[in-house]
């Protein structure tokens, strides 16, 4: 019987408990070795195959060890905004904590088994969506560098910050401070807000 390593970080120990149920329900996961914490972590081989967390825990993103690649990130979101930046930092997937638990069996079915969620193109289509219908922006009023720009570009095509990183030849640290810098000019606190703007500058 396969054995899949999967980690819960929530806060509230009801809500672990409710989680904890509800992947040991997952059809064809097969035995699930279940951990609370990832300072003590052994697992298989030292690697969780699925961390599921509170979006409070999403910062773990940017200081991953490198044999965690494969490892699936889950996020469970209070709204688009939370989801949004976890996302951006590279969670494979996030739901809205307000889902049924049932609603979360397939979900998480499908992002144990496939290497990207789908999530964060969604949210961009969304935001599209809204940008359609808001007043366009003049790109010169924010004084945007040439990099600044194509980081929003590639934010806007659904990239989170880790690819960003790869696609431009940067550090990962290099990009969230653009990312920081792009927030000040634009007036913003997430990364739903910078694309949306980004969509009505047409970047």
Known sequence: MQMVAIVILHHRKEVQEALEKLVRRLANVGQVDLWHSLSDFPGK???PDLVLMDASFHPLLNNLPENW???RWVVLAKNEGEAAE?????AHACFLSHQHPEELFPLLQK???SNEGETLVRIVQQLRSKADNQPAFDTNEYDLTTKEKEILRLMRNGVHLKGIATATGNTYETIRTHVKRIYKKLGVASASEAVLKAMRMNI
């Open 45 to 47: 081989n030292g690697v």
């Open 69 to 71: 690649i494969n490892t």
């Open 86 to 90: 976890a996302l951006f930092a590279g």
């Open 111 to 113: 992002t144990l088994e």
